[in-house]
C-alpha cells in the first residue's frame, strides 16, 4: 500500500484559514483607510452586531475609545505578521551567515560565536527585551533588533551542526583537491545540503516570534499607541474582560490560530524533509 504524502487535511485547512487572514489583514490599508488613531466616544463599547446584540453597523463591536474592534483586529495582525516575519529573515540571515562562519572555518571563529550563542542564552529573553525597550525605546525597530537578537542562535546553532556532519564528505573533499574556492563551496555544497533542516527551523521559530512581541506589546515594552498588534489589544481589552470577553478573547484566538498555523506546518515540513524521519 503507498503511504500518503500529501499534506495532512488539518494543517491544509488550517493553512488556508490563517493565509486568508493574513492576506485581508496584508490589504487592510488599501480597502479600508482608517486612522488608528481616530475615537468615537459615542459608540464607547457599543456591542457587537454580529451577535444580534445590537444594530450599532459594528461587526464586532468597539472598544472603550469608540474604535472598531474588527477593523483594529485585521491592522493588529498586519502590525505582528510584519514585525514577525522581518524579524524571522533578520535572525536567519544573521544566524546561518555567523553558522556557516563557525562551521566552515572552525578554530577561533567557531570558539567566538559559540561563546556569544552561549552568552545569549545565559540571559533570559524577556529581560533582554525589557533592557533593549528602556535603552532604544518601544518602537517597531526594536521589536525586529530584539528578535534577531533572540532568534539568530537557533539558526547558528542549526547551520553550525549541519556543516559538521558534511564537511569531511568526499564531495567537498573533491572541491578542494580541485581547488575551489571556499565561497564556491559554501554557495554550491553546503547552503544546498543544509537547506531543508534550516527550512523548518525557520517555520518553527516563526511561532516563537509571534509569540514573543505579543507578550513584549502586553507589557507595553512594544508596539504603542495608536497603533496597534495582537498582543497590545489583549492587553487593552483585559479591563473589559468580565463584561465584554471578546475584547481579549478575539485577538488571543489569532494568536492562537497563527501561531498553531505555523508549528504544525514545521511539524510536517520537518517529516518531510527529514530522510530518518522520511523512512520511517
Request: net charge positive; glycine share 8%; charged share 15%.
Amino acid at each position: 500500500m503507498k503511504k500518503r504524502t500529501g499534506i495532512p487535511l488539518g494543517i491544509l485547512i488550517l493553512l488556508i484559514l490563517t493565509g486568508a487572514l493574513i492576506l485581508a489583514a496584508l490589504l487592510v490599508p488599501y480597502y479600508h483607510p482608517v486612522d488608528l488613531g481616530a475615537t468615537d466616544l459615542k459608540s464607547r463599547l457599543a456591542l457587537p452586531s454580529i451577535f444580534g446584540y445590537s444594530d450599532s453597523g459594528h461587526l464586532l463591536g468597539c472598544d472603550y475609545l469608540g474604535r472598531d474592534l474588527a477593523v483594529r483586529l485585521l491592522y493588529a495582525t498586519r502590525t505582528t505578521v510584519i514585525l514577525a516575519a522581518v524579524g524571522l529573515v533578520s535572525a536567519a540571515v544573521v544566524g546561518i551567515a555567523l553558522g556557516v562562519i563557525a562551521g566552515v572555518f572552525g578554530g577561533v571563529c567557531d570558539d567566538v560565536i559559540m561563546f556569544l550563542v552561549n552568552v545569549r542564552h545565559s540571559v533570559p529573553s524577556v529581560l533582554i527585551g525589557i533592557i533593549t525597550a528602556t535603552i532604544f525605546g518601544s518602537t517597531e525597530f526594536t521589536l525586529v533588533l530584539l528578535t534577531t537578537m533572540i532568534q539568530w542562535t537557533k539558526f547558528a546553532r542549526q547551520a553550525r551542526a549541519q556543516i559538521m556532519q558534511i564537511r569531511t564528505e568526499s564531495y567537498i573533499e573533491c572541491s578542494r583537491a580541485i581547488g575551489a574556492s571556499t565561497f564556491r563551496i559554501i554557495r554550491e555544497h553546503v547552503l544546498r545540503n543544509i537547506a531543508s533542516p534550516l527550512i523548518v527551523t525557520t517555520t518553527l521559530s516563526l511561532s516563537s516570534i509571534i509569540l514573543f512581541e505579543s507578550t513584549l506589546s502586553y507589557l507595553s515594552l512594544g508596539i504603542q499607541p495608536p497603533n496597534t498588534s495582537l498582543g497590545v489589544m489583549v492587553s487593552a481589552g483585559r479591563d473589559q474582560m468580565i463584561l465584554q470577553w471578546w475584547q481579549v478573547c478575539l485577538p488571543t484566538a489569532l494568536i492562537i490560530l497563527i501561531v498553531m498555523t505555523a508549528s504544525l506546518t514545521g511539524d510536517w515540513l520537518r517529516d518531510r524533509l527529514d530522510p530518518k524521519l522520511r523512512r520511517k
